[in-house]
């Protein structure tokens, strides 16, 4: 295993373009597109594609086309997961899921970041934080999750929200940043 690649498992700054790291990326873009390719009728194909590409995978999963992700083994995915069109996962560091998940189109969720600083930027530094989302967790239509973000059980997140921030069980967030709108 390339140091680079120690140093990416491990949450530590690393050089993105890293030789076996690209290769990672290759791959797993190689397990995308065939996912991308199947039709709903083939769902056995899709699970075990998703058993291939994710670190873990839950009972009765359902991704739609078109599901983006880097390297695909830094997810993991609880039972009964709907993930609708059009998804991306940066998947830099961890993104867990719980069960019972529900994702509108176009959500996107990033665990990848870059350093401030713009002579490490340049050098292509690579960063990320978790992100994890709780069981019974509804994410609504075009929402974003930025780096380092947990959202607790049976969280509503509106359709257009940017989640900057964590949020407890049990809440309705909305808005840009969101903010608790309601307690359930």
């Known amino acids: 295993m390339s140091p680079e690649k120690i140093k990416f498992l ?10 076996e790291l690209m290769r990672d990326i290759l791959h797993a873009r190689q397990l995308v597109r065939k996912l991308n390719n199947l039709d709903d009728e083939q769902q056995e194909q899709k699970q075990l594609i998703l058993s291939k590409l994710f670190k873990h995978i839950g009972k ?5 086309p078109f599901f983006h992700c880097d390297f695909g083994y830094n997810i993991s995915v609880g039972d009964n997961f709907l993930c609708n ?15 019972n998940c529900l994702f ?3 959500v996107q969720i990033y665990a990848a970041e870059h350093p401030l600083d713009a ?3 340049t050098a292509m530094i690579g960063l990320g934080r978790p992100v994890t ?4 967790v509804w994410i609504g239509g075009g929402s974003i999750l930025i780096p380092g973000v947990s959202l607790g059980n049976n969280v509503v997140v509106g359709a257009g929200s940017v989640v900057t921030r964590s949020f407890p069980d049990n809440v309705v967030i909305a808005g840009n940043p969101a903010q608790i709108i309601r307690h359930l």
Do not use: F, K, W
């Not at 009765?60 to 739609?64: G, L, R, T, V, Y």
């Not at 069109?85 to 069960?99: A, N």
């Not at 989302?133 to 019974?136: A, E, P, T």
């Open 10 to 19: 491990a949450g530590q700054p690393y050089q993105i373009r890293d030789p």
């Open 60 to 64: 009765n999963a359902d991704i739609q």
């Open 85 to 99: 069109y059009d998804c991306v996962m940066l998947d830099v560091s961890p993104i867990t899921i719980g069960d």
């Open 104 to 106: 509108a189109p176009h």
């Open 119 to 121: 002579e490490r930027r």
């Open 133 to 136: 989302i709780g069981d019974n």
